[in-house]
Nanobody, 126 residues
Framework: QVQLVESGGGLVQAGGSLRLSCTAS????????MGWFRQAPGKERECVSI????????YHADSVKGRFIISRDNAKNTVYLQMNSLKPEDTAVYYC???????????????????WGQGTQVTVSS
């Protein structure tokens, strides 16, 4: 069983930056594809960014491309989401998630992910 704990959310003005962190328990973190998802009130959970097991493949949704960067440090069992040039429409609860995969291209669908963090609120004011 893997436990994921997110941190780094908060309130920021439009144009500002935040860095989310997600630390996993256990010794098999390097076997996991990891992703960041978000869910705004009244909307479905959507994929924001994903990274494969060794960091060689990264995906960012069109809505965040050029502003958000996903990265991972397998030695620290941690995945990060650097969020720059934040917009009010980025306001959501952000979730870290993972599933066992050594595929080069991980899944984007939330249903593929077996482990989820508790979520962290990101609020961007205009």
């Amino acid at each position: 069983q893997v436990q994921l704990v997110e941190s780094g959310g908060g309130l920021v003005q439009a144009g500002g930056s935040l860095r989310l962190s997600c630390t996993a328990s256990g010794r098999t973190f390097m076997s996991y594809a990891m992703g960041w998802f978000r869910q705004a009130p009244g909307k479905e959970r959507e994929c924001v960014s994903i990274v494969n097991w060794n960091g060689s493949y990264k995906y960012h949704a069109d809505s965040v491309k050029g502003r958000f960067i996903i990265s991972r440090d397998n030695a620290k069992n941690t995945v990060y989401l650097q969020m720059n040039s934040l917009k009010p429409e980025d306001t959501a609860v952000y979730y870290c998630a993972g599933y066992i995969s050594r595929s080069y291209v991980p899944a984007q669908a939330p249903a593929a992910y077996d482990y989820w963090g508790q979520g962290t609120q990101v609020t961007v004011s205009s």
